[in-house]
């Protein structure tokens, strides 16, 4: 089944810049979509089709995904950024996959 | 507004069976796919099921085949999760989700709060 492998954390101070990563098998052909989970709240959608912002999102938050990479940059970082970022892709064979979650740290 | 508000959770002992509920609105449910996502203590998000808007496609982690069944009731705007034979790996929040996108690119574009459900003796 596919995999995606994603930094288990990091961190960062605020205003400087917060750059995830998650890796996959020729993952730049994929759609590779990104939520974000505050401690006891559910995920929410922060991108999808890698790069695509939805309603709400602040521009801080963009993406890329080329070869065996997609990165997650949120530029500016902030407080409330501090969250647990997940990938995620659509594969035949594993359906709708997860990578394993980066615990963002604001320092 | 799009609202998914999960209930059915609760304890379990090992091979029992429970049934989650997920409400939704503000949107055009019959034409949404929809999925359930669990997430166990301390733990990442991990896929379990998702249904077509039709309720004729349906798909299913490995780990669940043969033991839950995703179902909905368009009349009622309401999505299902049959869960038979439970063990204790089962213990985890699920979440319902709304999924948008096109083939091969869908992404879950709103969430519910969640249901806890544990099992154990």
């Known amino acids: 089944s596919y995999v995606l492998t994603q930094p288990p954390s990091m961190s960062v101070a605020p205003g400087q810049t917060a750059r995830i990563t998650c890796g996959g098998n020729?993952?730049?052909?994929?759609?590779v979509h990104w939520y974000q989970q505050r401690p006891g709240q559910a995920p929410v959608l922060v991108l999808y089709?890698?790069?695509v912002r939805p309603s709400g999102i602040p521009d801080r938050f963009s993406g890329s995904n080329s070869g065996a990479t997609a990165t997650l940059t949120i530029i500016r970082v902030e407080g409330g950024d501090e969250a647990d970022y997940y990938c995620q892709v659509w594969d035949p064979n594993g359906n709708w996959v997860f990578g394993g979650g980066t615990k963002l740290t604001v320092l | 507004e799009v609202q998914l508000l999960e209930s059915g959770g609760g304890l379990v002992q090992p091979g029992g069976s429970l049934r989650l509920s997920c409400a939704a609105s503000g949107f055009t449910f019959y034409m949404s796919d929809m999925t359930w996502v669990r997430q166990a203590p301390g733990k990442g998000l991990e896929w379990v099921s998702a249904l077509s808007g039709s309720g004729q496609t349906t798909y299913y982690v490995d780990s669940v085949q043969g033991r839950f069944t995703i179902s909905r009731d368009n009349s009622k705007n309401t999505l299902y999760l049959e869960m038979n034979n439970l063990r204790a790996d089962d213990t985890a929040i699920y979440y319902c989700?709304?999924?948008?996108?096109?083939?091969?690119?869908?992404?879950?574009?709103?969430w519910g709060q969640g249901a806890l459900v544990t099992v154990s003796s």
């Open positions: 020729n993952i730049g052909s994929k759609y």
């Open positions: 989700a709304k999924m948008g996108g096109g083939a091969y690119r869908q992404r879950l574009e709103s």
């Open positions: 089709d890698g790069s």
